[in-house]
T-cell receptor, first 112, second 116 residues
Framework: SQKIEQNSEALNIQEGKTATLTCNYT??????LQWYRQDPGRGPVFLLLIRENEKEKRKERLKVTFDTTLKQSLFHITASQPADSATYLCAPNTGTASKLTFGTGTRLQVTL | GAGVSQSPSNKVTEKGKDVELRCDPISGHTALYWYRQSLGQGLEFLIY????????KSGLPSDRFSAERTGGSVSTLTIQRTQQEDSAVYLC??????????????FGPGTRLLVL
C-alpha cells in the first residue's frame, strides 16, 4: 500500500540556520508533490508544488527538491526564523485524483 | 469571506448523538474536500465534491458518516451515533477546479469534535 514517511521527531534548529525536512514515499509514483505548513489550531496552508519532471523549485527562502529515483523530497528553509516554527506536511500525489494524501508532518522549532 | 470557513469551531457531544459540521468554501471554488486529523496523525481524506458530479465517498470510515453539498456551495458533514473514536479535527478545503494536476487546496480552520 502507499506509504508516506516524514520524520515524526521535532526538528530543532537555531535561527539563521538552514532547516531540511524529508519526505519519503513508497509503492507509488506521484506526478507532483506539495508542501503545506500547519500552525497549531489552524488548517494547512499551501507553500510549494513540484512536478515529477522538476528537480528543484524555489520560492523566497524555501527550496524543494524531488528525486523520483530515491522516492524522496527535501524541503529547505534557509535563514530560518522563529516565525518558521510550525508543522510541515508533504503530499505526494499521482494526479489521477485530486484528493490529497498527506504525510504525518514534521514539527520544526526555530530558536533564537 | 475571503477564506474557507467552518462551524462550529468546537463541538462537544455525548456518545451516540448525531452531529453536523458545516463548511463554507471560497466563492467560485468548484471542488470541496473533507479531511479528518486525529491527534498526532496525518490528514485522512474523507470525501470530495466536484461541481454536479457524484461525490467521491471512498474515504468515509463507516456508514455513520455522510456529507452533502447544496447548490454547489455549502457542505455539511454529518456523523450519526457518534463514537469516541470519532473525536478529531475535521478540516474542509476547497479548490478552483479538479484537474488532478496539483491545484492548490485552501483549508478552513477546522472543527474540533470531542465525543464523551
Amino acid at each position: 500500500s502507499q506509504k508516506i514517511e516524514q520524520n515524526s521527531e521535532a526538528l530543532n534548529i537555531q535561527e539563521g540556520k538552514t532547516a531540511t525536512l524529508t519526505c519519503n514515499y513508497t509503492n507509488y509514483s506521484p506526478a507532483y508533490l506539495q508542501w503545506y505548513r500547519q500552525d497549531p489550531g489552524r488548517g494547512p496552508v499551501f507553500l510549494l508544488l513540484i512536478r515529477e519532471n522538476e528537480k528543484e523549485k524555489r520560492k523566497e527562502r524555501l527550496k524543494v527538491t524531488f528525486d523520483t529515483t530515491l522516492k524522496q523530497s527535501l524541503f529547505h528553509i534557509t535563514a530560518s526564523q522563529p516565525a518558521d516554527s510550525a508543522t510541515y506536511l508533504c503530499a505526494p500525489n499521482t494526479g489521477t485524483a485530486s484528493k490529497l494524501t498527506f504525510g504525518t508532518g514534521t514539527r520544526l522549532q526555530v530558536t533564537l | 469571506g475571503a477564506g474557507v470557513s467552518q462551524s462550529p469551531s468546537n463541538k462537544v457531544t455525548e456518545k451516540g448523538k448525531d452531529v453536523e459540521l458545516r463548511c463554507d468554501p471560497i466563492s467560485g471554488h468548484t471542488a470541496l474536500y473533507w479531511y479528518r486529523q486525529s491527534l498526532g496523525q496525518g490528514l485522512e481524506f474523507l470525501i470530495y465534491f466536484q461541481g454536479n458530479s457524484a461525490p467521491d465517498k471512498s474515504g468515509l470510515p463507516s456508514d455513520r458518516f455522510s456529507a452533502e453539498r447544496t447548490g454547489g456551495s455549502v457542505s455539511t458533514l454529518t456523523i450519526q451515533r457518534t463514537q469516541q473514536e470519532d473525536s478529531a479535527v475535521y478540516l474542509c478545503a476547497s479548490s478552483l477546479a479538479l484537474t488532478g494536476k496539483g491545484e492548490t487546496q485552501y483549508f478552513g480552520p477546522g472543527t474540533r469534535l470531542l465525543v464523551l
